[in-house]
């Protein structure tokens, strides 16, 4: 969690408030050792946040359904 002085807050509200809107991470205000908290009311989807690689597998994602490992390792542990 971010904390920030009363100044920042004043200095960069538009900026800090649509920071927590978008990554759901709340924002902490200390004044005079006190702590204040903005954070957002409903909760943030984690899949939502999620960015799209299809890049990543190359060839063909039904391989690796039926992928098998069991002539890759050796389960025989001392």
């Known amino acids: 969690m971010k904390s920030i002085t009363p100044t920042e807050l004043r200095q960069n509200l538009y900026n800090l408030l649509d920071q927590v809107l978008e990554t759901g991470i709340p924002l902490e ?3 005079k050792g006190k702590r204040l908290r903005i954070a957002p009311v409903e909760t943030l989807d984690k899949l ?3 960015v799209s690689r299809p890049e990543v597998i190359n060839g063909d994602p039904e391989d690796l359904v039926a ?3 069991e002539g890759e390792i050796n389960l025989d542990l001392p």
Request: charged fraction near 10%; glycine fraction near 0%; proline fraction near 0%.
């Open 29 to 31: 205000i200390s004044r």
């Open 67 to 69: 992928l098998s490992w």
């Open 48 to 50: 939502q946040c999620l």
